[in-house]
């Protein structure tokens, strides 16, 4: 019988901080930003690469979870109920979009895409999270859990602890991910991420120990990339540009460096000041996965709003951009919560929460 690993809180709290980037930066790009520049560069510089957060949680979480016993079987269809299944139900309003209403010509939409059958159309979006801006991300994810076994057993031996920060350091060269790109390439992008907190999670214990060190050196790291940012010395715009190819392009990647070390960072920073749990980290990490499916609907719905002049605003500002950001966050949670009240514990198997 499997015995329960404790439940790791500052972990959990990282979690609810990381749901809140991807929220952050998604509703900073969805509407025009009519203020100062040097604002909008502060928004995206700390809501970028939210992604790299939730994927180091994740490997965090595997290696914690499964190091001891690993049933390859079990873990698998753990994952299709509780993140494949989820994925399938929210992808049907986008889906039926894209195939019977938004029919028009996409950018992935190649030859002769909208003259296939219904059921080919249906299993490539599927397969691709090309039918909504953020699902990307779980046909990507789904490859990690094809590659577990791999993973776990490469994690018991000595090269584990040598070689991944060296592919950590590799993994720095590569750029490009996300909906623009495709699944091979992001899931290039997010391997030395997810190796690391594997690896994080194995050498937790003597990490936690140089707390004090790693907590300053990764904050003023990230504090630098960030000015620099904030100053354009780093354009974030050209990382973007490179990030949507589809072919491998290999050029140093700052912002994935900043991401990595501000996940060094939380990770001591929470685990540090755990007993000091915050409710709204609490709640979003209890609702992440809900969120993270729930929030490009909400945010649809108001840039639908905004294009039929139905916002009294002509684009974003510091204030209207956090209020934006609130709303949005407080929907979600409320529409989270709402499932949960009526399909109790089966909400997980709907939205993932």
């Known amino acids: ?35 100062s520049v040097y604002t909008k560069n502060l928004f995206f510089s700390i809501t970028n ?34 993140v494949i299944l989820p994925y399938l139900i929210i992808s049907i ?14 950018w992935w939409m190649k030859g002769g895409f909208m003259d296939r059958s219904i059921p080919e159309k249906l299993l490539y979006m599927l ?11 779980i046909p990507m994810i789904a490859v990690f859990y094809l590659f577990s076994i791999l993973f776990i057993k490469w994690s018991k031996t000595k090269s584990f602890d040598y070689l991944v920060p060296l592919l950590l350091v590799l993994g720095l060269w590569t750029n490009q991910f996300g909906y623009y790109s495709n699944i091979a390439l992001s899931f290039l992008h997010f391997l030395p991420v997810y190796l690391f907190g594997m690896w994080f999670a194995k050498l937790r214990e003597p990490i936690f120990q140089k707390g004090q060190l790693l907590l300053f050196a990764s904050l003023l790291i990230y504090a630098v990339f960030s000015l620099l940012e904030v100053l354009e010395v780093i354009r974030i715009s050209e990382l973007i ?34 007993k000091k749990e915050s409710r ?50 407080a929907l979600c949670l409320l529409a989270v919560h709402i499932i949960k009240l009526i399909f109790k514990s089966k909400s997980r198997l709907i939205i993932g929460s």
């Not at 500052?10 to 203020?35: C, D, E, M, N």
């Open 241 to 274: 540009e490179l990030r949507d190819h589809a072919t491998l392009i290999l050029k140093f990647n700052p912002g994935k460096l900043k991401a990595i070390v501000f996940c060094v960072f939380l990770m001591i920073f929470f685990q540090k000041y755990e």
């Open 93 to 106: 309003p986008a889906l039926a979009d894209k195939l019977f209403v938004d029919t028009g010509d996409h």
């Open 49 to 82: 690469n939210g992604t790299i957060l939730f994927v180091f949680i994740a490997g965090f979480l595997f290696y914690y979870l499964s190091h001891n016993k690993f049933s390859y079987q079990d873990y698998l269809k753990k994952k299709i109920k509780y």
């Open 127 to 137: 397969a691709t999270g090309k039918h909504s801006g953020v699902l990307w991300f």
């Open 1 to 35: 019988m499997r015995t329960e690993r404790p439940f790791l809180n500052y972990i959990h709290q990282f979690r609810g901080f990381a749901i809140l980037l991807i929220v952050g930066v998604h509703t900073l790009i969805s509407l025009p930003w009519k203020g």
């Open 280 to 329: 709204i980290l609490k709640l979003t990490g209890d609702y992440s996965f809900g969120i993270f499916f729930l929030h490009l609907y909400c945010i649809n719905f108001f840039q639908l709003l905004f294009n039929k002049h139905l916002i009294p605003i002509n684009g974003l500002n510091i204030f209207t951009y956090l209020v934006y950001f609130i709303i949005v966050t």
